[in-house]
């Protein structure tokens, strides 16, 4: 099994890329898949989970090609999905399997998801449900709630949903079924959620229609392909963001990340927390932001975070909470109750994980409270199988006293395979 081994550095420098966003590249192929002719998408984020989303759209018949880093789809159009010949596999990507769940719904065939053994633990229940009361039937285990998920395809009409939570995934699954109904669907959501696709809907040409927390698409667009630059992933550059806020005395730019105004909720808490944080050379990619970040140390403080940024910030939340271990006062982490279904329970994994380092931290069902400390120690760390833990983990190991081990790290791989080598390129011994 791999590992991950740092250790206590005197400071980080340089300039980082970080991969092509992980959301922003699945939509890109569903959405190439589903449109008229060809689609290029440049800086596509060669990971598992993206991968298992081109397994998927191979297996219903569509043609992609890869060539140094572009990724090529020849689009079947909204009708061409193909009945698969055997079950679609998605992996670690609970992106992939909800999202698909959408797509799927308004096929007339029949078709079976199902994922790896994180993926069969995680709720599908919240898609299924409108998926439902739209017109598609499900079938699968405690009663169509977790995968293997039998999906039969059926006419669908639009409907009017409320979702009861912010969630980028249900909010999506709902849309991109919404493609193939009768009429306009309508979503609204507590808190507005991440809005990649709505962005990426009205560049291939659907009918969208945003207010506020409300979002509408016309059913049976004619999508057409296009050409798209993905932006890099705020999640992955999260990761150094914190580590040269953290680190004393670093300098670090991280190049062409993408600043989507439902994404970057951990610029502004990094911020509040006292981080030294310049964007510059700011840029739009076809509707999606993004700049360079220069990140410098800093003596940090806690502060309090819930309400509405917890949707802007919720994948980068277990490397906040490294933060957390190292800022002035205590850091109050509120309304997270969703870190639970993730790819493991990360308020649970991080209480264990830090607590190895000498971080106090106290979780309830919902939040969970870190107190600050001057000094961590390094341990030997579990990643629990979740890429963002083993990141958070080897970001405090650059802070603690003497040498962290993060094992069972091959996690890393689905979402940002290079991320050892970029971080050890920063460390200055």
């Known amino acids: 099994m791999k590992k991950i081994v740092v250790n206590q550095c005197k400071r980080l420098e340089g300039v980082v890329s970080v991969p092509g966003d992980k959301s922003i590249s699945h939509r890109a192929v569903m959405l190439g898949a589903l449109a008229r002719g060809q689609t290029v998408i440049h800086n596509f984020l060669m990971a598992e989970d993206c991968i298992s989303t081109i397994a998927c759209f191979r297996a219903l018949g569509v043609k992609i090609e890869q060539n140094d880093g572009v990724i090529t789809v020849r689009g079947n159009g909204l009708h061409g999905l193909q009945e698969p010949q055997d079950v679609l ?25 199902t994922g790896d053994s994180s993926l069969r633990t995680r709720p599908m229940e919240r898609v299924v449900k409108p998926l439902t009361q739209m017109g598609a039937n499900f079938s699968g285990r405690q009663n169509a709630k977790l995968l293997p998920l039998a999906v039969q395809g059926k006419e669908l009409k639009g ?5 009861p939570v912010a969630s980028a995934q249900l909010k999506s699954a709902i849309l991109l079924a919404g493609l193939f109904a009768q009429g306009v669907t309508v979503v609204e959501e507590p808190a507005p ?10 560049h291939f040409g659907a009918e969208i229609k945003v207010d506020k927390r409300r979002v509408s698409v016309k059913g049976r667009p004619d999508l057409t392909g296009q050409q798209l630059i993905v932006p890099g992933d705020i999640s992955s550059a999260a990761f150094f963001m ?19 105004p439902t994404r970057d909720g951990i610029v502004e808490v990094l911020q509040n927390m006292g981080a030294d944080i310049t964007v510059f050379n700011v840029s739009d990619q076809w509707g999606e932001p993004m700049a360079d970040l220069r990140v410098r140390g800093s003596v ?22 490294v933060a957390a271990a190292v800022a ?13 279904v993730k790819e493991t329970d990360r308020i649970a994994a991080l209480g264990a994980e830090l607590s190895k380092f000498g971080v106090n931290i106290t979780e309830r069902h919902d939040s969970f409270t870190v ?39 091959h ?19």
């Open 242 to 260: 914190v580590a040269a806020a953290i680190v004393p005395q670093s300098d670090v730019i991280i190049r062409g990340v993408g600043l989507n």
């Open 411 to 429: 996690s890393v791989n689905i979402s940002f395979p290079q991320f050892e080598h970029a971080l050890k390129s920063l460390i200055v011994e």
């Open 159 to 163: 409907i009017h949903y409320q979702t």
């Open 193 to 202: 959620s991440r809005d990649h696709t709505e962005r990426m809907l009205r």
């Open 328 to 340: 002035r006062g205590k850091t109050v982490f509120r309304d997270v109750g969703e870190l639970r």
């Open 371 to 409: 107190t600050g400390s001057t000094s961590l120690t390094g341990a030997v760390c579990d990643s629990h199988g979740d890429h963002r833990i083993a990141m958070a983990m080897a970001v405090a190991g650059l802070v603690a006293e003497g040498q962290t081990v993060i094992e069972h790290a």
């Open 300 to 321: 940090l403080k806690g502060v309090e975070i819930g309400g509405d940024i917890i949707p802007r910030l919720i994948d980068e939340i277990p490397v906040l909470a």
């Open 89 to 113: 596999d998605c992996g670690n990507s609970g992106t992939t399997a909800r999202l698909m769940l959408g797509i799927l719904a308004g096929q007339p065939f029949f078709s079976v998801l």
